[in-house]
């Protein structure tokens, strides 16, 4: 039985990782050939990114301030505050930042984006949309994973940001460390312009990851309600495993290069 379930495993994940080369393949092929509805594009961005927000703002907040927090006693320790913004900035800007968003995005829109496609797949709608002749590579699917791209890119900037405050608010009021010290600090050569480019280049990626993962489950659901729950389900979850393994990727690949 072992090897049999475990050869059940094997081809159920290459049939995952084949339906989403698929689904990817589709909707860039749709948006090469001008199929892309603009109109979807835009509810989307607005609908998935605005409403994301309150969520990356606050808690990007928090965590910048954890994370100082957490530092405080070694930073006293050694008498290193003056290192504070660079530490937090590292830690930030390559790593947290790009990782706590897209966490987010997979939690709030990747499960929406599948929990909707895969109510449009059990009720059998989307046969509906190709009896009218209407692509849903070009309806559905490249809008949507254009949005999580584009929402999870930016998301990541603006997590950055607030969480560098949150880190420098934090360092005020704990470490007595002045803004002006921690902006020093941040930008006193330690850290330059390719550490914030490696976390975008990780935004993009993790965004697409979400984007082709959700939209698979989704188009992939099948029976009935508890179908779309288990696509949702099983959606999170495979996005924050190819969060993770795309970030180690993507790091060792920059370490080789650097």
């Known amino acids: 039985m072992a090897?049999?379930?475990?050869?059940?495993?094997?081809?159920?994940?290459?049939?995952?990782?084949?339906?989403?080369?698929?689904?990817?393949?589709?909707?860039?092929?749709?948006?090469a050939a001008g199929k892309l509805d603009s109109f979807e594009f835009r509810r989307?961005?607005?609908?998935?990114?605005?409403?994301?927000?309150?969520?990356?703002?606050?808690?990007?907040?928090?965590?910048?301030?954890?994370?100082?927090?957490?530092?405080?006693?070694?930073l006293q320790r050694f008498g290193a505050e003056s290192l504070l913004g660079w530490g937090a900035g590292?830690?930030?800007?390559?790593?947290?930042?790009?990782?706590?968003?897209?966490?987010?995005?997979?939690?709030?829109v990747g499960a929406n984006n599948t929990a909707e496609l895969g109510t449009l797949a059990v009720t059998n709608q989307i046969d509906g949309l190709r009896a009218l002749?209407?692509?849903?590579?070009?309806?559905?699917?490249?809008p949507r994973i254009l949005a999580i791209v584009v929402t999870?890119?930016?998301?990541?900037?603006?997590?950055?940001a607030v969480a560098l405050f949150g880190a420098a608010l934090s360092g005020l009021l704990l470490l007595g460390v002045s803004?002006?010290?921690?902006w020093n600090s941040l930008t006193g050569g330690l850290l330059d312009i390719f550490d914030v480019t490696h976390g975008l280049i990780k935004a993009?990626?993790?965004?697409?990851?979400?984007?082709?993962?959700?939209?698979?489950?989704?188009?992939?659901?099948?029976?009935?309600?508890p179908g779309v729950g288990r696509a949702v389900s099983s959606s999170v979850v495979v996005s924050a495993l190819l969060i993770f393994l795309l970030d180690a990727l993507v790091s060792f690949a920059d370490r080789g290069n650097s």
């Open 90 to 108: 590292f830690g930030i800007l390559r790593e947290i930042g790009p990782i706590l968003t897209g966490l987010m995005i997979s939690g709030r």
């Open 133 to 142: 002749a209407i692509d849903p590579a070009g309806y559905l699917m490249a």
């Open 152 to 160: 999870n890119t930016l998301g990541t900037l603006l997590s950055m």
């Open 204 to 225: 993009v990626v993790f965004g697409l990851a979400i984007a082709t993962c959700s939209t698979s489950f989704g188009m992939r659901a099948e029976g009935g309600a």
């Open 44 to 74: 989307s961005i607005v609908r998935l990114g605005l409403h994301s927000i309150p969520v990356i703002f606050s808690t990007a907040l928090f965590v910048g301030g954890i994370m100082v927090v957490q530092s405080v006693p070694l």
């Open 179 to 182: 803004p002006d010290l921690f």
């Open 3 to 31: 090897p049999r379930s475990f050869r059940h495993s094997i081809a159920h994940v290459l049939e995952g990782i084949g339906s989403q080369g698929l689904i990817l393949a589709q909707a860039l092929r749709a948006t």
